[in-house]
């Protein structure tokens, strides 16, 4: 008899591990990207970032406490009131930074082999960026508050590009260059 109270008491500490962690990655996903929303103070558009594990595990007792981990006008306006939080229930799916990065390399061609973005992978063979300086960046390199001074300076690279120009910038002894058969001209 204790054999089986084992077992059943071992099923159901399990389910309830299984929905636990499940509604608890789900709750993370929703609040981990960053958005961008109007400011309330100003009325002009900034990016911010929700502390998506404190939202996380608030949401297992109830509603979830949903406080800015980040945004554009930190440190100086820290001590804000945060009103800007009831736009992020409410605000569409393109208001995910992934969003606007979809939206501008929208109908963009790659600054080396001038292929047109048609698809962007934000997941793998994520695009990159050349900076004004011809510094080869990739996305994970650009902090938040850098987001609009980035994307009205410098310049879409494929992925492919990417990865062809960064080997040849680290290891530039194993690269026999030939630009009469890929059409790619060679990084400065």
């Known amino acids: ?12 500490v399990a389910t309830g591990l299984f929905f636990g962690i499940r509604y608890f990655v789900r709750a993370y996903i929703r609040y981990r990207d960053s958005r961008m929303i109007i400011c309330p ?12 594990m ?5 949401s297992a007792f109830g509603q979830p406490d ?14 804000c009131g945060q009103e800007c939080l009831i736009q992020l229930d409410v605000g569409p799916a393109e ?3 992934r969003g606007v990065l979809m939206r501008w390399y929208q109908f963009k061609s ?16 994520k695009p990159a960026l050349q900076s004004p300086e011809g510094k080869l960046v990739d996305w994970k390199e650009v902090a938040i508050n850098e987001l609009q001074i980035v994307l009205k300076n410098y310049k879409p690279v494929c992925w ?11 290891h530039p002894e194993s690269v ?8 790619i001209h060679r990084a400065p």
């Open 54 to 58: 404190h939202a996380a595990l608030t």
């Open 160 to 170: 492919d590009c990417y990865i062809v120009q960064s080997f040849m910038r680290d």
């Open 95 to 97: 208001c995910l930074v």
């Open 1 to 12: 008899m204790t054999l089986v109270m084992y077992v059943v008491v071992t099923a159901l």
């Open 41 to 52: 103070d100003n009325r002009q558009a900034v990016i911010v970032e929700v502390d998506a």
């Open 110 to 125: 790659c600054h080396y082999c001038g292929k047109t973005f048609e698809q962007i992978q934000l997941l793998d063979h």
């Open 66 to 79: 949903i406080r800015l981990q980040n945004c554009w006008r930190w440190p100086i306006h820290e001590a």
């Open 176 to 183: 026999v260059y030939r630009p009469w058969q890929t059409g």
